[in-house]
């Protein structure tokens, strides 16, 4: 609706420019035109000027040269009428031949404001008497009688404003009625549009001055739609592959664990065979649990995983597991510490606890395998205004800031194409990060203050 909207307030808006435009553009063309008509000195001004320079001189009167040059220029004739005989008694030497040279107190009545035998003429007082000036005919109209209504004349602004607004308004009318086919068109085609990336297939009446449009759309989505399905299936058939691969590893796996453990419990064993048995097993456990990794990341990159969340406390979920690492009898090389404050003792968050303690085994875990020569794991819980603060960090070797951003930005590999020989962290942080995922929080990984490598998990906090 809000597309809808702004398309019309669009078409508005490029109605009203496109009108000022036009009204400045026919502006600008009636100042060319009416330049063309409109004297550069005024009939009025120019009459009075040429009263201003006829002069009584030797006994009559007289017009200089240039006046008398400009007026033959122009094509305009003069006479001056005598106030006492009403007689002609200057004239000019291009007077028409059909211009009276007597008049009445009547004629000069009417044509004061008129016209002489068609000419537009304009007069002047010259001394008592009478000038009058003769343009050519059809150059200037002139109204023979003045008979508006001053009420006519003083609203004519008025009357002029709202004529415009009227206009603006039909105008407007017409273009929304001769648009509203295409405004009702759009819509459904705005809608199809936002739902081509949602899962539900879109369809739109393939009616209109927008049909070939939504066919296109009803065709996008169509394509989408097949698109979905075959990434599901492939998805499926990923997801039983790993877990059908995972149940054969299994079994012989179990087997060999089997025997190796009953082979370490003879008598008479030889320290360099009971230390190959002992790799024996401890890399057969590895294979287990990669193998219970894989099976987890697979479940939930796919949502087969179940999540049930409930109310928890965060402090005793983490607590718990450090403790449970601790009744493990880990190596001594590996020691954990508990750098939580002893006033913080609660925070609760909304959580399936058995995904964030296999998360939190993974950090640990994460910790052991990658140093080698041990290290010391720290592992905090704090809270901000928001979220529940997990840290997991240690002293050991660390990671490299490329690595580091790797870690941080790139996506992993389980849908990724791209090379990850690189990926020294492989399904461990993985599957850390896609158990914070499904709990809506966030997980950052850090160089930590003991020089170490550092997690950070945030979880919302209820």
Not at 208 to 236: C, F, H, M, P
Not at 442 to 461: A, D, N, Q
């Amino acid at each position: 609706m809000k597309s809808i909207l702004k398309l019309i307030r669009r078409f508005i808006i490029t109605l009203i420019l496109s009108f000022v435009l036009l009204l400045l553009l026919n502006i600008f063309l009636y100042g060319l035109w009416i330049v063309k008509y409109v004297s550069k000195e005024p009939p009025m001004d120019y009459t009075f000027k040429v009263a201003g320079m006829l002069k009584f001189e030797n006994g009559k009167y007289t017009l200089p040269h240039e006046m008398t040059a400009d007026l033959k220029k122009q094509n305009i004739w003069a006479i001056l009428i005598d106030n006492d005989s009403k007689k002609v008694i200057w004239q000019t030497d291009n007077l028409p031949d059909d211009i009276p040279k007597e008049y009445s107190i009547s004629d000069i009545a009417i044509f004061s404001h008129a016209y002489i035998k068609n000419y537009p003429v304009f007069t002047s007082k010259v001394e008592n008497n009478l000038l009058v000036l003769g343009y050519p005919k059809n150059s200037y109209w002139k109204y023979p009688v003045a008979n508006w209504k001053y009420g006519l004349v003083k609203n004519i602004p008025k009357f002029l404003l709202i004529l415009f607004c009227l206009n603006i308004i039909f105008i407007f009318l017409i273009y929304i009625i001769s648009n509203s086919k295409l405004l009702s068109s759009v819509n459904p085609i705005i809608k199809g549009i936002q739902n081509l990336d949602k899962d539900a297939p879109v369809h739109i009446k393939e009616k209109g001055v927008l049909s070939e449009l939504a066919k296109s759309i009803n065709k996008t989505s169509e394509i989408l739609q097949n698109q979905r399905e075959q990434l599901r299936n492939k998805d499926t058939a990923r997801a039983n592959w790993i877990a059908g691969v995972s149940h054969d590893i299994r079994t012989p796996l179990s087997m060999i664990m089997g025997y190796t453990s009953q082979l370490k419990t003879s008598l008479n064993l030889s320290d360099e065979t009971d230390k190959k048995l002992s790799v024996i097993l401890k890399q057969s456990e590895r294979i287990k649990n990669l193998i219970n990794d894989l099976n987890l990341a697979s479940k939930l990159e796919y949502n087969m995983q179940p999540f049930e969340q409930k109310k928890e406390n965060l402090v005793a979920v983490v607590r718990q597991v450090v403790v449970d690492f601790l009744n493990m009898d880990i190596d001594e090389k590996f020691p954990i510490e508990w750098k939580t404050k002893s006033d913080f003792v609660s925070c609760f968050a909304n959580i399936d606890s058995n995904l964030i303690k296999r998360a939190l085994a993974n950090l640990i875990q994460n910790s052991i395998n990658h140093n080698e020569n041990g290290c010391t794991i720290y592992i905090s819980v704090k809270e901000d205004e928001k979220n529940c603060i997990i840290c997991v960090e240690d002293n050991g070797t660390g990671v490299s800031d490329k690595e580091l951003e790797k870690l941080n930005n790139a996506p992993h590999y389980m849908v990724c194409d791209k090379n990850t020989t690189e990926q020294r962290h492989g399904l461990g942080l993985l599957i850390v990060k896609q158990i914070i995922d499904v709990h809506n929080g966030k997980v950052m990984m850090k160089h930590s203050e003991y020089g170490g490598f550092k997690v950070i998990l945030k979880i919302p906090k209820i």
